[in-house]
């Protein structure tokens, strides 16, 4: 049976150059240059200029065919018959998973410390939310409506306003004359809205959603900060219309897993959480062990699993492109190699979990121990699935309820200011030579 990813030994020369372009391809997603980039940059643009006209051709191009005006809004008669047709099954699996994702957004929600007093200074800090937010929930190739719930829930735990939450999510990418693919957006999304109070959808994607949202068009309300995950054009736009408006500050791409796995690990359990990962399109899938049996056993698992899934060619490809079993000399190995990926999720399946996250760094969520599904993550732990891929775990968070959050320092002299603090403030903005800063911290001692 053939191997449906590579393997590449980290002992040898071969595999160390082969293992080098696979990181580098993976890094290369995040790039600000080339191509694609300026096509980004000229989509942006476009909109800012034209607002819904390009919007409206854009979506054309790359969307539907057949998409005009009209659809850019989602009516509210529509969020009614979503609701109404949603199956009751789904519709408790969705509020189990919205109240374990509040329910960890609370938890790990920051409350403002109490005030310290600094050379006469009472000095405090306070978190307030953003005014508004726009959501981008994926749709072209696959309905992600688990995604609404893991933006929307932090932010509404941050305090953003519902109503002022605004979610673009495109319907499904058709070609002229594909009259057997679906044309509009999906009814699970628009429940899972009205569920949480969220009461704006676009039916738009990819750059021109972000530019649409980051600078407003006669339909498309603007927002302060854009948050989610998304295809290389919406990435590369959130970071392209930073400082027009916030950004979550992180990319969300293509999907990544790293699995580390020693002799105790279940391959079956492991090869489910690659082919999981896989399935994404694309997927990127590391396995790093120090056992040679070890690995050829999972890689071996992938293949008999893989013939069973419905999206087995995007699976194949991802694996057979992206993806690599990497055998490294020992577990001090394993950990350098899993922190140079830095990737979106880190399976530990090894005999103490616990241990093994001590000792790594980089990563945009671990799951420890091979019972611990990376898909639990996806749908229902608590932590958002909104993660930085590309390598950027090494600099990097997921969405979470400090993403709608601004933070601010407080400063009161309650009793005015004492003379040591006048005389430093004065000598430390002359010696800059802004006297006017020196005069106004001087004059505070004339005026007592």
């Known amino acids: 049976m053939e191997a449906p990813f590579p393997t590449f030994s980290l002992a040898t020369p071969q595999g160390k150059d082969a293992f080098g372009e696979c990181l580098d391809r993976l890094r290369g997603t ?23 006209a390009a919007v409206v051709e ?10 005009e005006a009209s659809r850019i809004r989602v009516e509210a008669s529509e969020f009614t018959r979503a609701e109404a047709a949603l199956d009751p099954e789904l519709r408790g699996s969705l509020e189990r998973s919205i109240a374990h994702v509040r ?22 800090l306070r978190h307030s939310a953003v005014d508004s937010a726009g959501l981008t929930v994926p749709g072209g190739a696959a309905v992600l409506f688990s995604t609404l719930i893991m933006l929307a829930v932090p932010a509404l735990v941050a305090g953003v306003d519902p109503k002022q939450i605004r979610v673009v999510h495109p319907p499904p990418t058709r070609k002229a004359g594909d ?45 302060d900060l854009i948050a989610g995950p ?11 219309v930073a400082g027009v408006c916030g950004t979550d500050g992180g990319f969300y791409g293509p999907s990544e897993i790293v699995t580390i796995a020693d002799d105790t690990a279940d391959a079956a359990c492991v090869a489910s959480d690659l082919i999981a990962q896989a399935e994404h399109d694309p997927g990127k899938c590391f396995l790093i062990c120090w056992d040679g049996a070890v690995a050829a056993a999972i890689v071996e698992e992938v293949s008999r699993q893989l013939v069973e899934r419905s999206r087995s060619t995007i699976i194949e490809q991802a694996l057979a492109r992206d993806s690599a079993a990497v055998l490294v000399r020992d577990e001090q190995e394993a950990i350098a190699v899993a922190d140079q990926i830095a990737a979106e999720h880190v399976n530990l399946a090894v005999a103490d979990p ?72 004065a000598r430390l903005a002359e010696a800059e030579g802004l006297d006017a800063h020196a005069e106004s911290a001087r004059v505070r001692g004339r005026n007592r």
């Open 179 to 223: 009259d057997d693919a679906p044309r509009d957006i999906s009814p699970i999304v628009l429940a899972t809205c009205r569920m949480l109070g969220i009461e704006t959808v676009y039916r738009i994607g990819g750059a021109q959603a972000i530019a649409s949202l980051a600078y407003g068009t006669n339909t498309v309300e603007p927002v």
């Open 354 to 425: 616990e241990a093994w996250l001590g000792r790594l760094r980089h990563g945009g969520e671990f799951f420890l121990g091979d019972q611990s599904p990376v898909a639990t993550g996806d749908y229902y732990a608590g932590p958002s699935h909104c993660l930085p891929t590309g390598s950027t775990a090494r600099f990097a968070s997921g969405v979470s309820v400090y993403t709608f959050l601004k933070r601010s320092g407080t400063v009161h002299y309650r009793d005015g200011l004492p003379s040591r603090v006048i005389e430093d403030v």
């Open 58 to 67: 854009l979506m054309q191009r790359f969307a539907d065919p057949e998409f």
């Open 230 to 240: 998304g295809n290389i054009y919406g990435q590369l736009a959130k970071q392209m």
């Open 103 to 124: 329910a960890y957004q609370e938890h790990v929600l920051p409350r403002d410390p109490a005030p310290v007093v600094i050379g006469g200074a009472e000095l405090g």
């Open 30 to 52: 995040t790039s600000l240059t080339g191509d694609t980039a300026e096509t980004v940059s000229g989509i942006i643009e476009d909109v800012r200029v034209r607002g819904d």
